[in-house]
């Protein structure tokens, strides 16, 4: 009966770490290029509609965590306008593993503007930046719109940002959400220019939204349900 219980209580232990770290997110918004000045804007509203929907977050730039020891705590990592290289060879292994053991990411703005030499990163964020005009106003073409992160908005929003056009964007990604450039000035990418997709990447799971350039975006309550649901899809809480 000792044995048992001793059992039952690691199952126990285990179940809850486990949990934990399904409604436990990371963060980071290390920058090595540009830094946005929203950044400060950005994680606070990040960590505060994370934690209205019971869902604990640590907010840091200190490469460090990327370890396996620190990553286990967490189900989904948030690149928040992080810029440049970022992480060295044994960071950049830590977080390979923890997507590859079924954990998720959400890159917001300039994640992909980050690690332009790593290819690995350049697949699991879906495409890298490559030029943008001045911030305006612009149409968005829901074309998902049964997707936890998109299901609260109609076929079209209007909304201001700066528009990110990529280079090497990714086949097989999920499109969410295009931009009509025929609604703003500056766009070099055409009819197809995505601007948030999804997809599952290694083994996990992985979310990008090419919004969040001003302190304004944060404050738009249909971005904020966006971000929320591309977190709750890289928890696999969908």
């Not at 059992?7 to 946005?36: E, G, M, N, P």
């Not at 790593?118 to 719109?145: C, M, N, R």
Request: glycine letters at 8%; charged letters at 20%.
């Amino acid at each position: 009966m000792k044995y048992i219980h001793c059992v039952f209580s690691a199952l126990v232990l285990l179940c809850s770490s486990v949990t934990k770290a399904q409604d436990k997110v990371l963060i980071f918004s290390k920058t090595a290029a540009f830094r946005h000045e929203s950044i400060p804007k950005g994680a606070a509203t990040v960590a505060e509609i994370l934690k209205n929907a019971q869902i604990t977050s640590v907010h840091t730039e200190d490469a460090s965590y990327f370890n396996a020891d620190s990553l286990q705590q967490f189900g989904a990592i948030i690149f928040l306008s992080t810029t440049g290289d970022i992480l060295n060879k044994d960071q950049k292994e830590a977080f390979q593993t923890f997507i590859r053991s079924g954990k998720g990411f959400v890159g917001i703005h300039a994640a992909s503007d980050t690690e332009h030499n790593w290819p690995w990163y350049g697949g699991l964020v879906g495409g890298y930046f490559s030029s943008h005009p001045a911030v305006q106003e612009a149409k968005i073409d829901v074309i998902e719109t049964e997707h936890i992160s998109t299901s609260h908005l109609s076929k079209i929003w209007w909304h201001k940002d700066e528009w990110y056009d990529y280079k090497d964007v990714q086949p097989g990604l999920h499109i969410l959400m295009k931009l009509d450039e025929e609604s703003y000035q500056g766009g070099k990418m055409g009819k197809f220019h995505p601007i948030a997709w999804f997809q599952p990447y290694d083994g996990g799971r992985s979310f990008y939204t090419g919004l969040g350039h001003t302190d304004e975006s944060f404050d738009v309550l249909n971005f904020q349900k966006h971000i929320l649901g591309g977190v709750k899809y890289a928890l696999g809480k969908e």
